[in-house]
């Protein structure tokens, strides 16, 4: 069984930086693409970086394109969010997820596993 733990969240300033960790532990072979999505109060899950298997083409979403970077290690079943720029309305609970297959999807419903999740808050 895939398990999926977040951490690296927390309290900034509008205009700091954050950087999230996922460590992934069980089944190499059930982890393909991984991503993140995040979680306001009264607002649907939001999509916020995917990565492909091997690392390729990382997607993101216009609000955080340019200040937000995902990327994965793969020998330590690792991957991370780099948030830069961090603004009032990037406030929310975020989530590592990671799907069986090898291509990402800004699709939540398209994930195996999830996290539970990391608490950002960004002050103005």
């Known amino acids: 069984q895939v398990r999926l733990v977040e951490s690296g969240g927390g309290s900034v300033q509008a205009g700091g930086s954050l950087t999230l960790s996922c460590l992934a532990t069980?089944?190499?072979?059930?982890?393909?693409?991984m991503g993140w999505f995040r979680q306001a109060p009264g607002n649907e899950r939001e999509f916020v970086a995917a990565?492909?298997?091997?690392?390729?083409?990382?997607d993101y979403p216009e609000s955080v394109q340019g200040r937000f970077t995902i990327s994965r290690n793969n020998n330590e079943n690792m991957m991370y969010l780099q948030m830069s720029s961090l603004k009032p309305e990037d406030t929310a609970l975020y989530y590592c997820?990671?799907?069986?297959?090898?291509?990402?999807?800004?699709?939540?419903?398209?994930?195996?596993?999830w996290g539970q999740g990391t608490q950002v808050t960004v002050a103005s």
């Open positions: 997820a990671a799907r069986n297959t090898y291509y990402d999807s800004r699709n939540s419903r398209e994930y195996d596993y």
């Open positions: 069980g089944p190499d072979f059930s982890i393909g693409a």
């Open positions: 990565i492909s298997k091997r690392g390729h083409t990382p």
